[in-house]
């Protein structure tokens, strides 16, 4: 009988080999961590305090830590992991052997689902980031956050994030206000005489996984910082690769349709603007929820929890009743990408783990349908019951958009990182 206590998987082999090394902070359910490791970077060591999140990392990829046992020692290498408060874990051993410090730092001060109490909640630990900064030296930064993090009213906390990143050896001292640190920061940072390995040149960008590939809307800060010795101020983000135009005309046309074998009964044609014609003729077409549901190996109808795994082909592919629609809570279409996959047990609200199914009907997404939204491979095992499922799902980074990202770093960091890798 194979149940979900089967054996760890084995990393699949990365596209390219070893490039450098990695710190993956706030690794919750692996999405950044995957790409990272895809794109050549061996993690000496993750962090991680969410019990059922290290369960699925442990499951997966990642061992215990242990400071004295040789670890990490190749890019296929399980994972060392630390489970517990980022804020007991010392740094300082990794020092000047850390190439990018990687992670989606938690979400919650910034979310717009949340409390909004930014800079004094908790749960901000932009701080913890710089610290591991200072004590490792990396030569790239890459974080990740949700979009709440531009709201207009905290403005001057998120210019104040920058610029402790631009500047991270400007410790802010005991008792010391933001603000008057802030003012520290802008001071030391109109000055041209600082080490240059002591300062990064840093940008965010705003970007929508789903013109990047992913079957989701899903709108998410990346921060992007460079140690100002490499000399890659003025970094770009890659530009989008797949828009709304190219799907809106393969629809127009019937491409879509044909591709699906959609039936002409549950079929549309939308009108196209001038823009959408324009976005079609440079970018792939974004990819929809039918699109992540029917891809090879296709997913099909879930069945019932009960059943023993060996009767179903896909882990965590079992049905959840009592799917609702009312206003402001609609389900999903399938020939659209997904809505933002949230950190909640049924996505509430905003019904973004219901579908419509092609005879109208609804039901919720199964816990690997989501899974396959935020663009997880088939074999990643996911911890816990399903609410704790559905919630590493929603705080996690989707792995193509991780590659994105990962790779875009990889390329500016090879010429800094080839005579140390080969020795």
């Known amino acids: ?44 060591i993750a962090v991680e305090s969410d019990r059922r999140a290290c369960e699925t990392l442990r ?26 408060d980022i804020r007991a874990v010392d740094f300082k051993r990794w020092g000047g052997e850390v190439d990018v410090v990687a992670g989606g730092v938690p979400c919650q001060p910034w979310s717009l689902g949340g409390a909004h109490k930014g800079y004094e909640d908790d749960r901000n630990l932009w701080p913890e980031l710089f610290r591991v900064v200072r004590e490792t030296r990396p030569r790239a930064v890459v974080a990740e956050n949700v979009k709440g993090l531009l709201r207009p009213s ?23 206000d933001w603000r008057d640190h802030d003012k520290r920061l802008r001071k030391a940072l109109a000055k041209d005489n600082a080490d ?22 899903r709108w998410r800060v990346f921060v992007i910082a460079f140690r100002r010795d490499l000399g890659l101020e003025g970094w770009q983000f890659p530009k989008p690769t797949h828009s709304e135009g190219a799907l809106l005309r393969a629809q127009s046309n019937g491409a879509y349709w044909d591709e699906h074998k959609v039936f002409k009964k549950n079929r549309y044609f939308p009108e196209l603007s001038s823009r959408n014609l324009e976005e079609a003729e440079s970018t792939h077409r974004w990819r ?76 919720y997404m199964t816990v690997r349908e989501a899974a396959r939204v935020m663009t997880f491979p088939d074999d990643w095992k996911i911890a816990g019951p399903r609410g704790e499922k559905m919630r590493q799902l929603g705080n996690a980074v989707p792995v193509e958009l991780g590659h994105v990202a990962a790779n875009a770093v990889a390329e500016a960091l090879k010429p800094h990182l080839r005579s140390r890798v080969a020795s």
């Open 196 to 217: 240059p390995t002591e300062r990064y040149d840093v940008a965010h960008f705003l970007v929508n996984a789903a013109d990047y590939g992913v079957p989701q809307i």
């Open 59 to 84: 499951t997966n990829v990642a061992e215990s830590f242990d400071p004295d046992t040789l670890q990490a020692e190749a890019l296929n290498s399980e994972w060392p992991l630390i489970e517990g």
């Open 1 to 44: 009988m194979f149940t979900e206590s089967a054996e760890q998987m084995t990393l699949p082999l990365p596209s390219q080999p070893e490039l450098g090394t990695s710190v993956e902070l706030f690794t919750g359910g692996g999405g950044l961590a995957l790409a990272m490791h895809d794109a050549g970077f061996r993690h000496l």
């Open 154 to 176: 905290f403005k001057p906390y998120y210019d104040y994030i920058l610029n402790e990143l631009r500047a991270p050896f400007e410790e802010r001292v005991d008792g010391e």
């Open 288 to 363: 929809t929820l039918r699109d992540a549901l029917t891809k090879d190996p296709k997913l099909g109808e879930p069945v019932h929890e009960k059943i023993e795994h060996e009767d179903n082909k896909f882990w965590h592919h079992y049905a959840w009743p009592g799917a609702r629609e009312y206003p402001g809570h609609t389900p999903n279409l399938l020939d659209r990408p997904a809505k933002t996959i949230k950190a909640g047990v049924h996505g509430v609200p905003g019904g973004e783990t219901v579908l419509r199914k092609p005879d109208g009907s609804i039901r």
